[in-house]
């Protein structure tokens, strides 16, 4: 998986550099990140969350710039099948 960049993990240096390949070559609409996971202390998570904050979400939202990448509410695109244009019926989701 990390092979892959299925799973991006390591230094924010390291981060950001997997990220920029990532975004680069993938153009993503949404980018979904996971602060930390698995058996970590309470100090490794903050820290964990601290470092996306202060340097890899910086960072990604400047190679967002350079790459003219633009999130869904930018370009007007559905979030919802709900809010597809001429869509008369609201979809009922499966748990109701």
Known sequence: ????????????KQVVAKLRILLEETRPGILGLWGNDGSVTHDDAETCIRLLGEEVL??????AKEFDLKSPFETGQPVSVDYMP???EAVRAAAE
């Open 1 to 12: 998986q990390m092979e892959e960049m299925m799973i991006i993990a390591g230094t924010p």
């Open 86 to 88: 001429g869509r008369r």
């Open 58 to 63: 910086p960072a990604v939202r400047e190679m």
